[in-house]
């Protein structure tokens, strides 16, 4: 039986297809460790003990590189390395939650969002907060976290859902 490690890696493969599209942001180490540069509750995780079982990864950035990816004149990954480090950020960008299909629906997602958001929102004058979902289920999702946070939700289309 695969560990929940080895479930969430593969269910990351299968949600994003990352591998097949260079446009998006590949998670490794490197990323991980960029992302607590831009703000250490960037990455989160809800783990019982056993292992993950949910990950959340978000990260601010500022207005001008939203709106570049809301357009699709950057990608995902552009976007990503173009948010400089250790500056004053103007918005969030809710860029991946995955939770093993026995932990959904018990707000796991929405509670480590709403953490990550006050605790940038503690350093930052975060205006809005911007998605791209994959699902209409990750649409919702972004939806209820925005309402949490009181703050308008910007989504770029996706053509998958």
Same mark, same amino acid.
């Given at each position: 039986?695969?560990?929940l ?7 990351a493969?299968?949600?994003f297809? +990352?591998?097949?599209d ?5 998670v490794?180490?490197?990323v991980?460790?960029r992302?607590?540069?831009?703000? &250490?509750?960037?990455v !989160?995780?809800?783990n019982?003990?056993?292992g993950? $079982?949910?990950? %959340?990864? #978000?990260f ?9 990816? /809301?357009?699709? *004149?950057?990608?995902? *990954? @552009? /976007?990503f390395?173009?948010t400089p480090i250790?500056v !004053?950020?103007?918005? #969030?960008?809710?860029? !991946?939650?995955?939770?093993?299909e @026995?932990?959904?629906?018990?707000? #796991? +997602? ?11 929102c =503690? +350093?930052? &004058?975060? @205006?809005? /907060?911007?998605?791209?979902a994959?699902s $209409? %289920?990750?649409?919702q999702c972004?939806?209820q976290?925005? =309402?949490?946070?009181?703050? &308008?939700?910007?989504?770029?289309e996706? &053509?998958?859902?």
């Amino acid at each position: 039986m695969a560990t929940l490690f080895e479930r969430m890696i593969q269910l990351a493969d299968e949600v994003f297809e +990352v591998k097949h599209d260079p446009n998006q942001l590949d998670v490794n180490e490197a990323v991980i460790q960029r992302l607590l540069q831009i703000h &250490p509750a960037t990455v !989160s995780e809800y783990n019982e003990g056993e292992g993950p $079982a949910a990950w %959340v990864l #978000i990260f601010p950035t500022n207005a001008e590189l939203m709106h570049s990816f /809301l357009k699709g *004149k950057i990608s995902e *990954k @552009e /976007l990503f390395e173009q948010t400089p480090i250790g500056v !004053s950020y103007d918005c #969030i960008y809710l860029c !991946s939650a995955l939770v093993l299909e @026995e932990y959904r629906r018990q707000g #796991i +997602v929405k509670n480590l969002s709403t953490l990550s958001i006050q605790s940038i929102c =503690k +350093v930052h &004058p975060i @205006e809005h /907060l911007f998605v791209w979902a994959f699902s $209409a %289920v990750g649409d919702q999702c972004a939806t209820q976290i925005a =309402k949490r946070a009181s703050l &308008p939700l910007l989504r770029r289309e996706n &053509p998958k859902h």
